[in-house]
């Protein structure tokens, strides 16, 4: 071994986000490179399940947990050791470390979040953008946003895309299309949060105004508030909440979408975007913050803010079977430059000289 590399393993113990994503998928690809280095994970005592790594070490360490681990058992365990936190956050004042800055959402689009996460953040952010060795973030869009917020160089935070490949070992689960009357429907598809900047009622406004029959189904966190800020007292007809579901029922959905559909205000990056190509779905997509940096010329785009743009565009593509294809494929060849492998090597050769 060259080196010793610890890894802030906090993100073992939150639900599956896009920032969760990221750091499983990360290590994974950087346990499947076997580099010339050791690797040790660190987390607290509630992991579980433990991940099935064959060359990260997981190491359970400390007594407390959530933020409390983070910033006080982590830094007295390490002793001025390197640690790398893929997870938007570290220990603030530890810098002998490398951190993954996702987005500036928590400045950009403040009312997406409480007062105290936005106070936290904050002050995480502008620490760790001070003291840290390297910082890593998505896309070239995040880096001018950190930039711009954080008042640093935009030099100061280095780009690595991320990989949309990771639904690509599982096998998909087609039951959920039983289970809400999809199988053989026309659908659409959107994957998000609750969060208002997923821009979601926009999206809500211009399906009641189809002329085509098609369904809109909604994988994520509930969305009953999103109904009522569009002033719906009730779900359209036409629209599915679908809730929480497994990388399987994903993967099985974009399959069989006639296309995602992605409203978003704000996005670091956009997985989704890639994750719908990688699996043959059409993407429509908002031309706002990182996507058309992550789409490229592989999914078409409409004016977020525009009901009436969502609308056309949506029938355009619903109305053509062949631009559909012609989307597939542009996606799929657009997609496979993205892989976990690129992100964990990129990653690795920028934190080696850290060591």
Same mark, same amino acid.
């Given at each position: 071994?060259?080196?010793?590399?610890?890894?802030?393993? @906090?993100? &073992?113990?939150?639900? =599956?986000?896009?920032?969760? #994503?990221?750091?499983?998928?990360?290590?994974?690809?950087? $346990?499947? /490179?076997?580099?010339?280095?050791?690797?040790?994970?660190?987390?607290?005592?509630?992991?579980?399940?433990?991940?099935?790594?064959?060359?990260?070490?997981?190491?359970?360490?400390?007594?407390?947990?959530?933020?409390?681990?983070?910033?006080?058992?982590?830094?007295?365990?390490?002793?001025?050791?390197?640690?790398?936190?893929?997870?938007?956050?570290?220990?603030?004042?530890?810098?002998?470390?490398?951190?993954?800055?996702?987005?500036?959402?928590?400045?950009?689009?403040?009312?997406?979040?409480?007062?105290?996460?936005?106070?936290?953040?904050?002050?995480?952010?502008?620490?760790?953008?001070?003291?840290?060795?390297?910082?890593?973030?998505?896309?070239?869009?995040?880096? @001018?946003? &950190?930039?711009?917020? =954080?008042?640093?160089?935009? #030099?100061?935070?280095?780009?690595?895309?991320?990989?949309? $490949?990771? /639904?690509?070992?599982?096998?998909?689960?087609?039951?959920?299309?039983?289970?809400?009357?999809?199988?053989?429907?026309?659908?659409?598809?959107?994957?998000?949060?609750?969060?208002?900047?997923?821009?979601?009622?926009?999206?809500?406004?211009?399906?009641?105004?189809?002329?085509?029959?098609?369904?809109?189904?909604?994988?994520?966190?509930?969305?009953?508030?999103?109904?009522?800020?569009?002033?719906?007292?009730?779900?359209?007809?036409?629209?599915?909440?679908?809730?929480?579901?497994?990388?399987?029922?994903?993967?099985?959905?974009?399959?069989?979408?006639?296309?995602?559909?992605?409203?978003?205000?704000?996005?670091?990056?956009?997985?989704?975007?890639?994750?719908?190509?990688?699996?043959?779905?059409?993407? =429509?997509?908002?031309?706002?913050?990182?996507?058309?940096?992550?789409?490229?010329?592989?999914?078409?785009?409409?004016?977020?803010?525009?009901?009436?743009?969502?609308?056309?565009?949506?029938?355009?593509?619903?109305?053509?079977?062949?631009?559909?294809?012609?989307?597939?494929?542009?996606?799929?060849?657009?997609?496979?430059?993205?892989?976990?492998?690129?992100?964990?090597?990129?990653?690795?050769?920028?934190?080696?000289?850290?060591?």
């Amino acid at each position: 071994m060259s080196g010793r590399m610890f890894i802030n393993g @906090r993100f &073992l113990t939150q639900p =599956l986000t896009g920032v969760q #994503r990221y750091a499983h998928e990360l290590l994974r690809a950087l $346990d499947a /490179l076997n580099p010339s280095v050791e690797m040790i994970c660190l987390a607290p005592p509630e992991v579980f399940p433990r991940p099935a790594w064959n060359n990260i070490a997981l190491r359970v360490v400390g007594t407390h947990r959530g933020n409390g681990w983070e910033q006080l058992d982590l830094p007295l365990w390490l002793k001025g050791r390197f640690l790398f936190s893929p997870s938007n956050v570290g220990p603030a004042f530890y810098p002998n470390q490398a951190a993954t800055f996702h987005d500036a959402s928590v400045f950009a689009v403040p009312e997406a979040y409480s007062r105290m996460f936005k106070i936290k953040y904050r002050f995480l952010f502008r620490q760790i953008a001070r003291t840290a060795r390297r910082i890593f973030t998505d896309s070239i869009f995040s880096q @001018r946003e &950190l930039a711009h917020y =954080l008042e640093r160089d935009p #030099r100061r935070f280095d780009v690595v895309p991320l990989g949309g $490949d990771h /639904l690509q070992h599982i096998r998909s689960d087609d039951d959920i299309l039983d289970l809400h009357g999809l199988r053989n429907q026309p659908y659409l598809l959107m994957v998000a949060s609750q969060s208002p900047h997923k821009n979601t009622a926009r999206l809500l406004e211009a399906v009641t105004k189809l002329q085509c029959e098609v369904r809109l189904a909604l994988a994520g966190g509930g969305f009953k508030k999103i109904f009522q800020h569009a002033g719906l007292e009730r779900l359209p007809d036409n629209v599915i909440q679908l809730g929480y579901i497994s990388d399987a029922e994903l993967k099985a959905l974009y399959e069989h979408a006639r296309c995602l559909v992605l409203p978003s205000l704000y996005e670091g990056f956009g997985l989704p975007v890639l994750e719908a190509m990688s699996c043959g779905c059409p993407v =429509l997509s908002s031309r706002a913050a990182s996507l058309p940096e992550v789409g490229g010329t592989a999914a078409l785009y409409f004016d977020p803010l525009s009901v009436d743009d969502i609308t056309d565009t949506i029938e355009g593509v619903i109305s053509s079977s062949s631009h559909q294809d012609a989307l597939r494929e542009r996606g799929r060849i657009h997609a496979a430059q993205f892989t976990w492998n690129g992100t964990a090597r990129q990653t690795l050769d920028l934190l080696l000289p850290l060591l």
